[in-house]
């Protein structure tokens, strides 16, 4: 089944869709932390992800550090996400149309009128939301910490 059909098989039966989106490059706790509330504002979770091209256009010629197949297969397998769907745009803004869910999330970092797809979600009465990071950390937070580990010989 395409996964066009799954959502709309999901819609039919009334469930509650959450989209949200990123590069999910090296996962970490505070994705896990913001996929289990994220999913928790609905009964699906859909995550976008970047494509591997997408990710260098927005993170530099060094990301990402996993191929988009494995870190597609790591969040296919968390618990909270029903559908991952990889996306080449810079931004979801096309599979957000494609979607269309009740609920748009992003993390807090994020003011909502920064939030790519937000009006559109709001003009047929979705929601759209941000989650506050409780971990305070990021994947280019983690390859930092790598390389100076790697520099300062503790590595």
């Not at 709309?8 to 996929?35: M, P, Q, S």
């Not at 995550?47 to 927005?58: E, F, P, W, Y």
């Not at 999330?105 to 009128?113: A, F, L, R, T, Y």
């Not at 929601?127 to 100076?148: A, C």
Request: net charge positive; with cysteine.
């Amino acid at each position: 089944m395409e996964w066009i059909d799954k959502v709309k098989k999901w819609k039919r039966e009334g469930k509650r869709i959450v989209f949200t989106n990123g590069c999910f490059d090296i996962l970490h706790a505070g994705h896990v932390d913001y996929l289990q509330k994220a999913k928790a504002l609905g009964d699906v979770l859909i995550v976008g992800l970047n494509s591997d091209a997408s990710v260098r256009r927005l993170k530099g010629k060094e990301r990402p550090v996993n191929p988009q197949e494995e870190r597609k297969k790591v969040l296919e397998a968390l618990k909270p996400v029903d559908l991952v769907v990889v996306f080449e745009e810079d931004t979801p803004e096309r599979l957000i149309r494609e979607i269309k869910p009740d609920v748009l999330v992003k993390g807090g970092d994020w003011s909502i009128d920064k939030i790519v797809g937000a009006d559109f979600v709001k003009s047929y009465g979705g929601e759209v939301k941000t989650i506050q990071f409780v971990h305070n950390t990021s994947t280019t937070d983690i390859i930092n910490r790598i390389r100076q580990k790697v520099s300062d010989g503790t590595c």
